[in-house]
């Protein structure tokens, strides 16, 4: 089923689908986009925000359960959910999901990271409007949507083309069908266009396909890289497939047992006990985060570690990206 959405009336629908769940959505922050908890805001289509929508289904910071003692023994009380659209999630996001789905899906199955993303309706944004630093079409991740949303949207010059792509997106069509007009030839040839004008931008960057970042990886200098490297972990904290995390129980004899991003990058993430580490220098780290993008979870899961979304290059305050990498043209 695919919808003609008037730009004046997405509000409307907004507010509509806001009284039966929450809405999360890109919008102005200050001098800035991020995804929020859409109270009324204006939307905000034309910057991909730096934290990526995936922070709504595996959060920096996220309460697993509560234990509580009771008569001598343990209770523990699950938190659930609360059921979210997000919309505006750009194509390459939605890959990183795929991933982040196939890696939490391999036992031992997360569970509590599928209470999160089953309670999650994803309303995609095909994109018109690559950053500099985005190169998802040599990764085969954007700028097109094609399958595994919920609902897509197409930003066009009067409004949105709005697709389904499951039976929830298509009951929410039908469920908010006085908001909508019909579909003229005009909105899909313009919907092509712009598809198009972004296919042509990213193709004629230098080309980061996995092939010829794995060729470099094989040649790179790993110690002098580790040598720019400030060992902040913004790489890592920004990128949407990224998923390392510590477990920490908060409160005795009652409390909370979190779950809390970490990073590879970081020289305390694989110290064991006794201070023995492997991966002791930031050049060894830079090297495993490389290799497990694009050798490790391709080998576990059948699918790239990285998206092509930009963020990990315009995050750097080393410059740490291609040209330091030395990936050929
Ligand atoms: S963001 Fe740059 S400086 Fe910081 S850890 Fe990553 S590569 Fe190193
Ligand atoms: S590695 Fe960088 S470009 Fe690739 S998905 Fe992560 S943040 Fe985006």
Redesign the pocket.
Known sequence: MIVFLAKDKLPALLSELNEMLEVVAPVRIGNDTAFATWVGQPIDFEKNPQISPTEFLLPQREVLFKYIQHSGRYVFEEVEPKSKLILGMRP?DLN?VKVLDKIFGTEPFDKLYFRRRRSAILAVLNCSKPEETC?CSHLGAGPECIDGFDLLFTELDSGYLIESGSSVGMLILKEHSDLFQEVKSVYLAEKNERISKAKETLNSRPNLSKDKIMGALETADWESMGNNCLSCGG?TF?????HCFNILDLGVPDGERLRCRDSCILSGFSRMAGGVNPRKSAGERIRNWYFD?FQFIPENTGLL?????????SVCLASMDRWSLKVPR
Do not use: D, E, M, S
């Open positions: 390459c990183a190169f790489c920004v990128c949407p497939i990224c993008k570690g990285c998206v092509g979304c930009g963020r990990c290059i």
